[in-house]
């Protein structure tokens, strides 16, 4: 139920397309891809194409050096604003890749707040999101998803409605104060076809890696786009773009992080042909 429409799955596997980029790049490879690529097959959604051998330059080294050290950190950040700088570097990121990245002034954040609040409420009263969560969660069905380790508590202010990865676990999740101005951002595109959302995909990989490399924490809130009332509230909130996932981003604690488990690569590399 959470993603009728397989947009958040097309979103992460435009992630995992962007990652292949970056890689191959790191490899000295230009590429060239093609989505969609076989108008018979739907379900091949990307081909990464390799050209020419290119030298790596110094974006795709940051880039990639940040791979292994990118993960959700769900865990409270430190009350220190993250410079306009920085914010202006995560927002070319996205542009890069075809989307917009939108910083929600502070005056505009407690609504974007109350609506991934609502939305987070109204999903949580639905039997079938707990069950989808548990399949997501539960160590014993699964060795990836997201562990019990990862979930981090919940917020004691209730200002960061962080998803709670851990109702399946015996161990309750505790409380803590998270901070209570949060920089909260809104990847948008301008259209809402799956296309859109391999390109917000890769855009969101460029744009959590860029904050990687920039020693920023990310934690993705996305059930104010999986409530399909909420994301249209959002959507005036970013001039009428569709809201594809809201981000938190600040100074995290970096042992508190991630720690989620990655597949093995015979897990997800096949030979063909
Ligand atoms: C499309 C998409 C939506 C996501 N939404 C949420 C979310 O609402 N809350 C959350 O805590 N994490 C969210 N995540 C983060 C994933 O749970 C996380 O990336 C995944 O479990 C792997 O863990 P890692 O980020 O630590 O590598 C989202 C990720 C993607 C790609």
Redesign the pocket.
Known sequence: MIDPEGR?LL??VG?AVFTLRVALRRAGYDTVEELWPEPGDPTLAARVNLTRVVPVDAPTVALAAAIPY???N?WPFAQVSVSADMLGQLRDAARREGAVLIAIAPAGRDTVLDLAWGADRWLRDQPEYRRELDRYTDSRLRHD??PVW?AGPCDALEVVP??D?AAASPLHRHAEPFEPYPAIMVLATGYDAPIDWLRAGQA?QRVLLTATWLGLAT?????PVEVPAVRKALATRVAGLFPQ?VLRVGYGRSQMA?G?PRRSLSEVLMKTG
């Open positions: 958040e979103i992460s992630a990118r993960h959700t769900r998803g997201v990862a962080v998803r990865f969101l934690m993705p809130i996305s059930q996932i991630g989620s």
